[in-house]
Nanobody, 124 residues
C-alpha cells in the first residue's frame, strides 16, 4: 500500500525553525517529484516547494524562497523541508505529496499521492 507520512510539525515562535520530514512506504520515490503543500484555515491549499528525486531539481513558492530548503534522501526514501525564519503566516497544515514524474518538478502540478498532514503553528 502506497503511503506518505509527514512528521516534525509543532508550535514555534516567530523567527524560529522547524524541520518536516516525509517518509514513503510501499513504493520507491525514484522517478517521482515530491512536493510540500500547505493549507491555512479558510484559505486554499498552496504549493510550497518540490524536489525531483532524480537529480534534485527544486522549486519554491516566492513566499518561502530564502527561508525554506527542501532536500531528499533517496536511500531512506524520505524528503525533508527545513523551515527557518518562520512567520505567523506560515501557520498551516503541511502536506507532502508524490507525483510520478521522471524529470523536473513543479508546485503547480497535480500530485497523485498525499500524506495526512502535520500541523505547523507559528505564534508568540
Amino acid at each position: 500500500q502506497l503511503q506518505l507520512v509527514e512528521s516534525g510539525g509543532g508550535l514555534v515562535q516567530p523567527g524560529g525553525s522547524l524541520r518536516l520530514s516525509c517518509a514513503a512506504s510501499g513504493f520507491t520515490l525514484d522517478y517521482h517529484a515530491i512536493g510540500w503543500f500547505r493549507q491555512a484555515p479558510g484559505k486554499e491549499r498552496e504549493g510550497v516547494s518540490c524536489i525531483q528525486m532524480r537529480g534534485g531539481l527544486t522549486d519554491y513558492a516566492d513566499s518561502v524562497k530564502g527561508r525554506f530548503t527542501i532536500s531528499r534522501d533517496n536511500a531512506k526514501n524520505t524528503v525533508s523541508l527545513q523551515m527557518n525564519s518562520l512567520k505567523p503566516e506560515d501557520t498551516a497544515i503541511y502536506y507532502c505529496a508524490a507525483e510520478r514524474r521522471p524529470f523536473g518538478c513543479s508546485i503547480r502540478d497535480e500530485y497523485q499521492y498525499w500524506g495526512q498532514g502535520t500541523q505547523v503553528a507559528v505564534s508568540s
